[in-house]
């Protein structure tokens, strides 16, 4: 996998977690990132951006206020920072490379998913 994930698991509601993608390739320093997410039965949906030189980001209307999404070109690093989660926070959570955004975000390249548990 050229992007892999970390940080995800169970949390009660309320609590925080913090995931990190580290990409392989250092040329992932220069492209726009983000962070998407699946829950059973619905559709991947995009849950925050952030561009090459960290300097914009956006949000889900669902995660603003709470998340936060930031990188470390430096690393190859980009992190999603989660506070006060609720149980519709649940799902897998993918980073995502590449691409632009424009309304929305249409990345080219998925990390292979990391699952983020929130009981209630």
């Known amino acids: 996998q050229v992007q892999q994930e970390s940080g995800g698991g169970l949390v009660q509601a309320g609590g925080s977690l913090k995931l990190t993608c580290t990409a392989s390739?250092?040329?992932?320093?220069?492209?726009?990132r983000g962070w998407f997410r699946q829950a059973p039965g619905k559709e991947r949906e995009f849950v925050a951006f952030?561009?090459?030189?960290?300097?914009?980001?956006y949000y889900a209307d669902s995660v603003k206020g709470r998340f936060t999404i930031s990188r470390d070109n430096a690393k190859n690093t980009v992190y999603l920072e989660m506070d006060n989660l609720n149980p519709e926070d649940t799902a897998t959570y993918y980073c995502?490379?590449?691409?632009?955004?424009?309304?929305?975000?249409?990345?080219?390249?998925w990390g292979q998913g990391t699952q983020v548990t929130v009981s209630a």
């Open positions: 952030i561009n090459s030189n960290g300097r914009n980001t």
């Open positions: 995502a490379a590449g691409g632009v955004y424009s309304q929305t975000y249409s990345p080219l390249y």
């Open positions: 390739r250092s040329a992932f320093s220069d492209l726009n």
